[in-house]
């Protein structure tokens, strides 16, 4: 085997952040990522916008952003919808790129792929395919090839039992998931069943490129946020706090046994598609502040209603809320909540200069309705001068970290619906889009739901041949540079069109300056490069209603 022969391991752990996995690794609890990173190179990694699930692993996988690649969102966000078809999610067919995976058949190399998540319908690849998030819960060919569906008896893509269980919901909401051992049992559970599966196939199977992704980070996160130790020193569940950094060391070794089992000549991989931190405790009243400012326009849904009582007495609804938890068991009235959520306002967009378009708790679009080229670029500076300015009254400072036209991230674009303009607000923060009347813009929310959502700053490590130990962080890497570097470790020349590049920095000089980077033009899919030839495994209206009640649970949909 030479230089250019290595073979590449990249372990996926959805969700995992350096605030988690910093202090355990320090403190002796993950020996074996420790060792990985104390021997290797490592940063931050910047997921994508929005830091969501399935457009962060299909950067990953494409080596590119979100505008080529077509996925934004679990929805199909800024595509035209058909009438009446409802919530209209992306799956592997929605992907309008070809794989690192792609490349690496048509190179002749041999793929292990297991958990990835938008990978189902299973297609056709150079070696083996278990599907990831997303599968339907009755789905009977999940792999590639088919017949290796069969052979998984005791396998487990996720957990369907809490499925539109959202986790930790306060007083307006009746469905909840509380926080048990016997939750997190079934969290390990899964793990076991993965590990299993995992390492008998790296053992089994012929491979150059070998990729799992686990996601018990994400999992935990979103519904065990608070029982994590780094994270949360004073648990109010001991058992917890301690079962949570159990699964982590459960976790962190099956990291060494895969490393270990890879061989000491493959180069090694370790990331996730996006970090998590706690909810936001404050809201920003986005439309409300565009109503404010002249650019939207409202319409009347009916005369009355709470919002003209309140803004004739001066009361907020944010004040309103915090008056009515005072009040025991006031909140958990059905006719209370439905007073509470009713709206006599809507936003009427054909009327409006400008309006929201909600992409992610801190992430949202704004769309405008200008003509005239000189006009929508008078108009696109002043909005964003504008909202820069918004302050939290508390205090003073602002909100956004970002605001940049939408076309700036989203470039090479085919769906028509992409905002105009974006903006990201500090993840204290979440945008609300409906309209009312509030004592302040930005204010304290009334509803925390969830004790975590993710965040644009993922995990990046890497140790092999030429890669050397480093103390300090890489100080730039996006999810879109994990392919083209994953290429160049194992001798592949990179496609043209990827938007990533190669972390030239993580190598040594003289094994970089030997080793240059190399393209080629792209090849198209595997193995045919005009269109790849998906499962044709139909996905019943059951199977829907799954996977959107698990998404909206997990805080994805709102």
């Known amino acids: 085997m030479n230089d250019f022969d290595n073979r590449l391991l990249i372990i996926g752990l959805d969700g995992a952040t350096w605030d988690v996995l910093d202090p355990w690794m320090r403190d002796g ?52 919808q058909k009438a009446g078809a409802g919530n209209q999610f992306v799956n592997a067919e929605t992907l309008r790129s070809s794989a690192i995976w792609d ?30 998030l997303l599968t339907p ?13 069969g052979c998984l008896t005791d396998y487990q893509i996720d957990l369907d039992r809490f499925a539109g269980k959202t986790p930790y919901q306060d007083e307006f909401e009746e469905s909840l998931t509380a926080p048990t051992m016997e939750f997190l049992g079934e969290f390990r559970t899964m793990l076991e069943k993965r590990a299993r599966v995992t390492c008998d196939l790296i053992s089994s199977r012929p ?44 976790l962190d070794e099956v990291v060494g046994e895969l490393v270990e089992r890879a061989g000491r000549d493959t180069n090694i991989l370790v990331m996730s598609d ?52 005072l009040v025991p068991g006031l909140l958990k009235s059905r006719a209370v909540r439905r007073t509470i959520n009713d709206r006599a306002l809507a936003v009427d967009e054909q009327r409006s200069t400008a309006y929201p378009v909600p992409i992610f708790f801190n992430i949202t679009g704004i769309r ?47 769906a028509k619906g992409v905002p105009d303009l974006i903006a990201v607000a500090d993840p204290h923060y979440c945008f609300k889009h409906a309209l009312g009347f509030y004592s302040s813009i930005v204010a304290p929310r009334q509803d925390v739901r969830g004790p975590a959502k993710h965040r644009v700053e993922g995990i990046f490590m890497a140790l092999g041949k030429g890669i050397p130990a480093r103390a300090e962080p890489v100080p730039v890497v996006h999810l879109e540079d ?35 980077v190399a393209f080629e033009e792209p090849k198209g899919f595997w193995p045919d490069a005009r269109r790849p030839d ?20 997990l805080g994805y949909l709102e």
């Not at 996905?539 to 959107?548: R, Y």
């Open 29 to 80: 609890t993950l020996p074996h990522l420790a060792r990985l990173r104390d021997r290797g190179s490592w940063g931050v990694l910047r997921s994508t916008i929005p830091p969501v699930t399935a457009p962060a692993w299909s950067s990953f996988m494409t080596g590119k952003k979100p505008g080529k690649h077509g996925v934004f969102h679990f929805l199909r966000l800024f595509e035209e």
């Open 103 to 132: 490349v690496l058949g048509h190179h002749g190399r041999m793929v292990g792929l297991i958990n990835i998540p938008l990978t189902y319908p299973p297609r056709p690849v150079n070696g083996f395919m278990i599907s990831g």
């Open 137 to 149: 819960k009755h789905a009977q060919v999940f792999t590639y090839p088919p017949e290796l569906s």
């Open 207 to 250: 491979w150059d490129f070998f990729m799992v992704v686990f996601t018990g980070p994400d999992r935990l996160g979103h519904y065990f946020w608070n029982y994590h130790a780094p994270v949360n020193g004073e648990s109010d569940n001991p058992e917890l706090t301690e079962g949570v950094r159990r699964y982590y060391m459960r």
């Open 274 to 325: 996006h970090g998590m931190g706690p909810v936001p405790p404050k809201q920003i009243h986005i439309a409300t502040w565009l109503q404010q400012q002249g650019w939207l326009a409202a319409r009347a849904r009916r005369t009355g209603g709470p919002d003209m009582i309140l803004a004739k007495l001066r009361i907020g609804r944010d004040r309103l809320g915090r008056v009515m938890k």
């Open 368 to 414: 405008l309705n200008v003509e005239g080229e000189g006009a929508r670029k008078a108009a696109l500076q002043n909005l964003e001068h504008s909202l820069w300015r918004i302050c939290d009254p508390q205090t003073g400072k602002q909100v956004m970290t970002a605001v940049f036209p939408g076309r700036e991230y989203y470039s090479d674009c085919a």
């Open 482 to 516: 994990i392919a083209p570097t994953g290429l160049h470790l194992m001798g592949l020349p990179v496609p043209t069109d990827m938007d990533g590049r190669v972390l030239t920095e993580i190598l040594a000089k003289e094994y970089a300056r030997s080793r240059p």
């Open 534 to 553: 998906f499962s044709r495994s139909a996905m019943s209206a059951e199977d829907e209603a799954i996977i959107e009640n698990q998404l909206r649970a």
